[in-house]
């Protein structure tokens, strides 16, 4: 936590998951563009099947790129992916393969683990993004709505391919 006291915040967070894991529920936390912090949880609740993470493959890009360090700790804590690209500085939210993430290298990495959790491709449609001068005014998309859609499917089939070749 940046601000703010760490023991209060884990005191919440043992009600929370105390309570999720009696009502059955996933609480997944999302690494930021940190691990350390996720790392601390996973280990703090370590004996709670209720509790584990959302892997956001754009913020681990920002914060180690190629680091799968979270996959491969805890492989039976990772509830959920969020998938993007960006440029390695940037939380951009691109569609995977638009950025520079090793993607063939996530999935032989993501595999490891046995997931079989939801996904969601977490990329922005352009306009979404905020101009470098601050301007966030709606401006027409650079790309049609289909063919953007069109694009994200492409990118889901290629990260479909990357898994089975890794299978292989």
Request: charge should be negative; proline fraction near 4%; glycine fraction near 6%.
């Amino acid at each position: 936590l940046q601000t703010g006291d760490y023991n209060i915040f884990l005191n919440y967070m043992h009600k929370l998951a105390e309570i999720a894991f009696y009502s059955k529920i996933q609480l997944a936390f999302e690494n930021l563009k940190e691990f350390e912090l996720l790392d601390k949880l996973m280990q703090e609740f370590s004996d709670n099947s209720a509790i584990g993470f959302c892997f956001d493959s754009g913020h681990a890009h920002i914060a180690n790129p190629g680091n799968y360090s979270l996959l491969e700790k805890y492989p039976e804590k990772l509830f959920a992916l969020h998938l993007h690209d960006n440029d390695g500085a940037r939380d951009q939210h691109l569609l995977p393969g638009k950025g520079t993430i090793d993607w063939q290298n996530f999935i032989c990495s993501l595999q490891a683990t046995n997931f079989t959790g939801s996904l969601m491709l977490e990329a922005s449609y352009p306009f979404d993004n905020i101009e470098e001068d601050g301007n966030d005014a709606y401006q027409e998309p650079p790309i049609l709505p289909e063919k953007f859609l069109k694009e994200a499917i492409e990118a889901c089939v290629k990260l479909a391919g990357y898994a089975r070749v890794s299978k292989t």
